[in-house]
């Protein structure tokens, strides 16, 4: 299970990406999920492939990096107060103002292609998402993802 170590960060208010990043990688790491090139490798990797997408007018950030900085395959969930923008996955001239974000650390590869599809599955899904968006706990984000398919 990818949440098993409760990394949420519920209704933060990073001033930017570079912030939020730092933050995550942060919950990431004293978890020992990763190791310290991960933000490197992450922040890095958005410049060059972004990650931001939008469904139904919410916006999604699903940053990611190589399995070389991972330790232990770990999903690390933010939802934010104010959007932060990204570049569009699709487009890297769009903005997007993302207001939920799933940091991937996977292990392996094809642990990465998975999750991307279940979480795609996921933020089609209105109700779902709207929900997404007022979480304040572990326990919330985990029975909604539990009852998602996700995990």
């Known amino acids: 299970m990818f949440f098993d170590q409760e990394l949420g960060l519920f209704q933060i208010s990073p001033v930017s990406q570079t912030e939020l990043f730092e933050e995550m990688f942060q919950k ?7 190791k310290e090139s991960y933000l ?10 972004p990650t931001g997408l939008e469904f139904n007018g919410v916006g999604f950030a699903i940053p990611h990096t190589d399995s070389a900085h991972v330790n232990k395959s770990q999903i690390c969930f933010a939802s934010l107060q104010e959007p932060v923008v990204f570049q569009d996955m699709t487009d890297k001239s769009r903005e997007i103002e993302v207001k939920l974000v799933f940091m991937l650390a996977m292990a392996s590869p094809h642990e990465q292609v998975e999750t991307l599809q279940n979480l795609m599955t996921l933020f089609t899904d209105e109700d779902k998402v709207q929900q997404l968006q007022k979480l304040t706990t572990q326990a919330e984000l985990m029975t909604l993802l539990n009852a998602s398919g996700v995990q």
């Open 28 to 34: 990431l790491y004293q978890a020992g999920c990763v």
């Open 40 to 49: 490197e490798g992450i922040t890095s990797r958005e410049a060059e492939y």
